[in-house]
């Protein structure tokens, strides 16, 4: 346990061993990539793992396994030791004399020579930048002499390719082993790899001492903040936006920020693509030096994003304060509401927000113009719909967006950004430190409004830390006579839409990568509010209702993802009484009777209340020997009976709860309990509701099963399949929306999740 976060071996090797991570990282695992990026203040790093590796050759007998593997054929290992002689002060010569000796079995005198620091440097480079399958491979090579006979065909005729032999043949003596190894390692693909790994484990001193390192990686402080960044970090954002380049969204990206931000903030890039760059320019230039340079995304995306998102970011929060809290500003908005399009007004009105304001009831959104034209609308009213247009503005990009992209409007967002001045007036800083260098025309605008300020960015520095008051002042004063503000956060959002469609784009294309991006992401400390977030849209689309249904209609492969959420209900005390109360009082008719009888029948099995039961049985005319068929012919008497023991017998009535729970998780009696009880029962429904939400913010592999699971199940049905897109475009946009978050990951080569993992 490292500061609340399990550290398991399991978790370890599944990191090690994680292909796709070891790709993003540029390393053969992602283990090595934490090694080799570990900094001196950091305790895992290469110091740490040459002095692993010199306890392990000096104290673990690694040694005897090298000198194994020398013998044995593998290359890799004769030049790291060759080198780490070279390194120790040895002649090329003495170095071949010694390791030749080992080979023909002789003993190998030199190992503590090669355990100082110059020295250890390629032995550790050996571990470090070998993998499993060159260790599979050089043991493979130990059967060479016959290779046809040994080899599966196909790794056979790769070997072959590799080493430059034209015939079959043996090698003539172990140094050609070692070549043959060494080019072999460096040539096979990936089925070849899968064939020989599995033919040939690796168990000579790569896979012994990497056991050693990985069990010591889990005692490291250190290794919780390092694994979590890891899991985050390589090429998220680098790859999605190469492959999207010379796509539709890609083009429309790049046109939106040349046209928008080349000249305020592209200088370095025009320093090294010419004055005159055109879009197409640009194009090219990223889609060749993104593939040479992938820090150049994260690089790219925060120069474009981070200070003017902050800004926009800001007043979008000020602004839903303000319309939340300050009438004025609610009448404000109502004398152009008006103006806002059809669009706006059919997502408001379809939004939880207007669903849950007191006005909905005088009827339609566009129709509270009318009443506030009229005088009826009291202050209490007016802060009723300023919140239900605040928790739509907040929750709905689209509706935000739409604001400052409707021209008639404008009039009404430069007074309420005036009053969010005031209300909240944590606003101006982040619009003076996005001033300073950051938006060359607002900033231009600004200086020739202020000409009494000598030095502009001294005081702007100021303004975001001690000078605010005064800022606020002449920032105010300058967004009533000019249309930068409106214009700046129009650039913002524009540029954040086409840049989500870059990634909602790749997500389509690629919806397990995104399932497993969503995993590893809601798994990180610190992150649980995204899972929060996510539930939230979750619950907003009614999922829960959905699933309901598809399990009602027998799905069973619903049923399995959701056994979580079954288990949820019947462990919750008052619905699991109120499900089994809606059994007991079902018809001896209706279908429910089935799970009654099974559960009496499961009950009564039970030696102890069998024998307490015997009276009542008898009484009833019940055939002892052959419950099951008496129950099904006589369902109302069944009916009696199982009342009578609940009353009269001591333990029953807990045995035949149990007994309903578990042939509903275990028999296959979900989608009967679902059509007959839960949908038809508005109390139920709503429990389910209720365990559904939990186990989504509870478990972030929920989802990751789910949603496929349904895709596969409604393939047939337009109208499931529009919903289902619908909920998984939320789910995106929700992770999306998360902009700071993403800065953070973006903003540096580890992932930058440092501030948001438990130190």
């Given at each position: ?5 399990t550290?398991?071996g ?11 991570l070891?790709r993003a ?8 990539w ?17 002095s692993l ?14 000198e ?11 030049v ?10 040895f002649?090329p010569?003495a170095a071949q ?8 079995g002789?003993?190998f005198p ?31 090579l ?16 790769i070997?072959?390719?590799a080493t430059g ?13 070692w ?14 790899n ?6 040939y ?58 046209q ?11 320093q ?11 194009q090219?230039?990223?889609r060749?030096?993104?593939a ?14 981070r200070?003017?998102e ?15 809290s ?11 509401f ?13 939004s ?6 007191p006005?909905?009831?005088?009827g ?5 113009h ?11 009213d ?16 689209d ?20 009053d969010?001045l005031?209300v ?14 950051h ?6 605008a600004?200086?020739a409004?202020?000409?009494d300020?000598?030095d ?5 520095a100021?303004g975001a830390v ?5 800022f606020?002042r002449?920032?105010k004063s300058?967004?009533?006579?000019t ?5 700046d ?8 839409d086409?840049?989500k469609n ?9 919806p ?12 990180l400390?610190?992150?649980e ?13 009614r999922?829960?209702d ?7 209609a027998?799905h069973?492969d ?5 056994s ?13 009484l109120?499900?089994c109360q809606?059994?007991e009082?079902s ?24 024998t307490?039961?015997s009276?009542l ?7 002892v ?11 109302k ?6 009342r ?16 309903v729970?578990?042939?509903v ?8 309990l679902?059509s ?5 029962d508005?109390?139920?429904t709503?429990a ?13 592999e929920f989802?990751?099963?789910?949603v ?20 998984l ?10 902009r ?20």
């Amino acid at each position: 346990m490292l500061g609340g976060l399990t550290v398991s071996g399991a978790t370890v090797t599944e990191l090690h061993h994680n292909q796709s991570l070891a790709r993003a990282f540029g390393q053969n695992s992602a283990t090595v990539w934490l090694i080799e990026n570990g900094t001196a203040s950091q305790r895992i790093n290469r110091a740490w793992f040459e002095s692993l590796l010199a306890e392990a050759i000096e104290r673990d007998g690694l040694n005897r396994q090298l000198e194994t593997d020398l013998r044995g054929g593998n290359g890799l290992a004769a030049v790291a030791v060759r080198d780490a002689m070279l390194g120790a002060g040895f002649s090329p010569q003495a170095a071949q004399h010694a390791i030749m000796g080992s080979v023909s079995g002789g003993d190998f005198p030199h190992w503590s020579a090669l355990l100082q620091p110059h020295a250890i440097t390629p032995l550790a480079g050996y571990f470090l930048n070998g993998d499993a399958d060159a260790d599979s491979v050089a043991r493979a090579l130990t059967v060479w002499p016959s290779p046809r006979q040994k080899l599966p065909d196909p790794v056979y005729q790769i070997a072959l390719r590799a080493t430059g032999l034209t015939a079959p043949r043996p090698p003539a003596d172990i140094t050609e082993v070692w070549e043959y190894t060494r080019r072999i390692c460096g040539a096979f693909n990936g089925g070849a790899n899968q064939v020989i790994r599995h033919t040939y484990p690796a168990n000579g001193a790569y896979a012994t001492f990497w056991r050693t390192v990985l069990a010591r990686f889990a005692l490291a402080g250190e290794y919780r903040r390092r694994l979590s960044a890891a899991r985050l970090a390589g090429n998220l954002w680098s790859v999605p936006l190469q492959e999207s380049i010379n796509s539709e969204a890609g083009l429309q990206f790049l046109k939106n920020y040349f046209q928008h931000h080349a000249t305020a903030r592209a200088n370095h890039l025009r320093q090294t693509l010419g004055a005159n760059v055109t879009v197409s320019d640009w194009q090219v230039w990223l889609r060749d030096n993104l593939a040479a340079q992938p820090e150049l995304a994260g690089y790219f995306f925060w120069l474009m994003t981070r200070p003017a998102e902050a800004a926009s970011l800001n007043t979008r929060a000020a602004l839903v304060q303000t319309l939340a809290s300050h009438p004025p500003t609610v009448r404000i908005f109502l004398e152009q509401f008006n103006t806002l399009g059809g669009g706006w007004f059919n997502t408001f009105a379809a939004s939880h927000a207007w669903a849950e304001c007191p006005l909905r009831a005088a009827g339609k959104p566009e129709g509270i113009h009318q009443i506030y034209r009229a005088g009826r609308l009291t202050d209490r009213d007016l802060l009723a719909f300023g919140l239900a247009v605040s928790r739509h503005l907040a929750a709905d990009d689209d509706a935000w967006a739409e604001l400052w992209h409707t021209p008639d409007f404008s009039p009404a967002l430069r007074s309420i950004f005036l009053d969010a001045l005031g209300v909240a007036p944590e606003l101006a800083p982040a619009w003076a430190e996005l001033l300073r260098g950051h938006a060359l025309q607002s900033a231009t605008a600004f200086a020739a409004a202020n000409r009494d300020l000598a030095d502009l960015d001294p005081y702007l520095a100021r303004g975001a830390v001690s000078d605010r008051l005064d800022f606020a002042r002449r920032f105010k004063s300058f967004a009533q006579t000019t249309n930068t503000v409106s214009d700046d956060i129009n650039r913002e959002i524009i540029l954040r839409d086409s840049l989500k469609n870059i990634y909602l784009q790749a997500w389509q294309n690629n919806p397990a990568g995104f399932w497993e991006l969503y995993r590893r992401l809601t798994a990180l400390p610190k992150l649980e509010f995204v899972t929060q977030k996510i539930a939230q849209v979750i619950a907003a689309n009614r999922v829960a209702d959905l699933v309901a249904g598809q399990i009602a209609a027998n799905h069973l492969d619903t049923v399995s993802v959701c056994s979580a959420v079954l288990v949820r209900l019947f462990k919750n005390p008052e619905t699991k009484l109120a499900l089994c109360q809606k059994i007991e009082n079902s018809s001896p008719l209706g279908s429910l009777h089935e799970l009654r009888a099974g559960a009496m029948i499961n009950a009564l099995a039970l030696p102890t209340l069998k024998t307490n039961s015997s009276g009542l049985l008898t009484a009833a005319n019940a055939d002892v020997d052959h419950l099951p068929v008496w129950i099904a012919s006589h369902p109302k008497e069944a009916m009696e009976l199982h009342r009578n023991l609940g009353l009269a017998v001591s333990g029953y009535q807990a045995a035949w709860e149990q007994s309903v729970a578990s042939l509903v998780l275990y028999s296959g009696k979900a989608p009967l309990l679902m059509s007959a009880a839960i949908v038809s029962d508005p109390a139920l429904t709503m429990a389910w509701r209720e365990a559904f939400n939990a186990e989504v913010a509870a478990n972030p592999e929920f989802l990751k099963w789910l949603v496929p699971t349904l895709a596969r199940q409604t393939a047939n049905s337009l109208d499931a399949e529009a919903r289902l897109r619908a909920i998984l475009q939320s789910i995106q946009n929700a992770l999306l929306d998360e902009r700071l978050l993403w800065e953070n990951i973006i903003a540096f080569p580890d992932g930058g999740l440092g501030e948001l993992i438990n130190p």
